[in-house]
């Protein structure tokens, strides 16, 4: 299986469960607040990994 479909995979994982935990009126049967830092962490890792892999590909053009 490639990386890109593991990580769409989890990411509809993660909208399914975020979906099952929401009420009709909206609100989300976990800790908003919580989830929403966690995504942003995990935005902010997955971009430094992004940034990471080009700087490596970058180099070994250059060699």
């Known amino acids: 299986m490639m990386k890109d479909e593991v990580l769409y995979g989890m990411l509809d994982e993660i909208r399914e469960t975020i979906e099952a935990n929401t009420e009709p009126d ?36 250059k060699v």
Do not use: P, Y
């Open 26 to 61: 909206g609100n989300v049967r976990f800790d908003g607040l919580r989830i929403q830092v966690a995504l942003d962490f995990v935005r902010t890792e997955l971009f430094k990994s992004i940034m990471a892999e080009h700087d490596h590909d970058t180099h070994r053009e």
